[in-house]
């Protein structure tokens, strides 16, 4: 049974300028990667160091009915607003994407008691990160438009109801570049009006996966996530969000997590595979025999941009999940027909 190291909790990821790789289950004091010192091997000046990091935070929600999926993103260069809703029954969806250049706002360092807003044309965006008071809260408001309806919600993560346990790491691209995630699974409550709809949401029946990431990113940067969540035999809910990524060692170090009923159990490295392309079925697993999965896409999202120097790649498909997950103490949780998403960028900038 593959088993990882869990950290002493510490109030940063960064001693004397040095990263501290690991995984931990309480979130940091302060997230600052523009400590680490000599992140390259020439001497860089604070203000390049500063469009190296790139930041984002994701907002996955779901009840039997719907399923939203919200990115904001800072890569410096430009800030990007995801919004992506997708109705299970009515297969009615809502695709917004919004790019601003330039990083004239940073996502907050902590988590404890910070906000951030984004307004623009059409669109606004709060969010209000309250750990401190066991709470994550969302707005957002778009306008409608000859292509989509409007949009509005307010919607709050409840982190107090199953005491859950995130997921914290510090991940290593070389010896002094990193990346830095915080990530759980909790109960939602709030409501969503969707052109016209007023959609309720309860704590008993909407659940939702929020991670935060900041990062000494590649230059090409390749990313694959694989998220869902659903409920167990006995009813108890349980959600994962496993990644094929960039970073090295990380047998030691991932970000790979299952959670049931606010449990964590931290999993293994996987392998995701795409044999017949990102339309077609997704197949994940590990060499522990705790991920065996299989994603087919139902809803396919592309988007992508050049922007000057830059360029983005992003495949973001609603889909099911079939196959089995193993939690720490060995019990084996079947999926069958399980929503969730797919995520896979390129992103050169």
Known sequence: ??????????????EKGIPIFGTWTRPFDDVDLLNIKHPFHLPTMKWIKNLRVKEWQTFHVQNDTY?????????KYYRLAQVFLWNKETRERLIFRKALPFGAWKLPRSLSNSSITSRSYGFYLRIHNWLDADLIELDLDIEPNRKRPSFTAHIEYDFSR?????????????????????????????????GGKHVSLSLDSTFGIFM??????????????????????????????VVESQTKDSFRY?????WLAGQLTPLPPVRITMPEGPDSEWVIQDLEGMVDLTFTPKEPIKTGFDFFLTRSEYIAPFGIYNGMLQTKDGEKINLRNVWGTGEQIYLRV
């Open 162 to 194: 199953y005491k859950t346990t995130p997921l914290v790491t510090c991940l290593p691209f070389s010896d002094r570049r990193c990346m830095y995630n915080y990530k759980a699974m909790v109960p939602v409550r709030g409501d969503m009006v969707f």
């Open 1 to 14: 049974m593959y088993q990882r190291d869990i950290s002493p909790p510490r109030s940063s990821p960064i």
């Open 67 to 75: 399923f939203l999926l919200a990115v904001l993103t800072n890569v």
């Open 212 to 241: 935060d990431y900041k990062g000494y990113f590649p230059y090409r940067m390749r990313q694959t996530w694989c998220t869902g969540h659903g409920y167990h035999n006995d009813g108890r809910p349980f959600g994962f969000s």
């Open 254 to 258: 991932n970000e790979n997590g299952l």
